[in-house]
């Protein structure tokens, strides 16, 4: 089935650091992928998507590059502020008839210090 | 729009009880989620419908709980009778079909605490 390996948090990061959560993935098929951001007691939002292989997704400065060849989709932000503090999870969504869920990663915590 | 909208926002019951979770998804979405999120565990999907019809409830943990969507504007997901272990935040999600759509929208989340 299915499967997103995300690298393990929690990370910590001074302001204004360069920022690589790593996320790989397993799927049959030519899924979607998929960045989300949970702040504190809210769901989950998109923050970037991307449909199909070399596409890039990008808001608010973040950026992932849908890298079949290597089954990946790493998140990078080259400044990161203090209101980027929050849980992170790399998703992908299958393209098939019945295997339409979302799966997700683990989540990476990121804490960023003034 | 005014999004996936959960109710309630917080439950808390006692052992034994029986709870419904209840999910009002995006207006012409046709696939709704159903997750389940722990600590130990992350996040979980229990079931989801297209069209109304459930496609994939393989993650339900137990016969204890069940999930309905009567209509496109309406889903709930039950637990009877609830347990401690239970206890987790469970969010409600709603996407639309389309390569250009595949992203799912997520409610608030209910928290649930069993005691």
């Known amino acids: 089935g299915n499967s997103v390996t995300q690298m393990e948090g929690p990370v910590t990061l001074s302001e204004e650091a360069f920022l690589t959560i790593n996320c ?4 049959t098929g030519y899924p979607s992928l998929f960045w989300y951001v949970q702040y504190p007691g809210e769901g ?29 989709f790493h998140l990078e932000k080259g400044s990161v502020q203090v209101s980027d503090s929050a849980v992170y999870f790399c998703a992908l969504r299958g393209s098939n008839f019945g295997n339409e869920k979302l799966t997700f990663g683990t989540g990476t915590r990121l804490t960023i210090i003034p | 729009d005014a999004g996936v909208i959960q109710s309630p926002r917080h439950e808390v019951t006692e052992m034994g009880q029986e709870v419904t979770l209840r999910c009002k998804p995006i207006s012409g979405h046709d696939y709704l989620f159903w997750y389940r999120q722990t600590m130990m565990r992350g996040l979980e999907l229990l079931i989801y419908f297209n069209n109304n019809v459930p496609i994939d409830d393989s993650g339900m943990p137990e016969d204890r709980f069940s999930a309905k969507m009567p209509n496109a504007s309406f889903s709930t997901l039950k637990i009877q009778p609830s347990e401690p272990r239970d206890s987790a935040v469970y969010f409600c999600a709603s996407s639309a079909t389309g390569i250009q759509n595949t992203e799912a929208f997520f409610g608030q989340g209910t928290r649930l605490t069993v005691v």
Request: charged share 30%.
């Open chain 1, 44 to 72: 989950l939002q998109l923050l970037l998507k991307a449909t199909k292989a070399d596409d890039k997704g990008s808001n608010k400065g973040f950026e992932a590059t849908y890298r079949k060849e290597t089954t990946s």
């Open chain 1, 24 to 27: 790989t993935y397993t799927a």
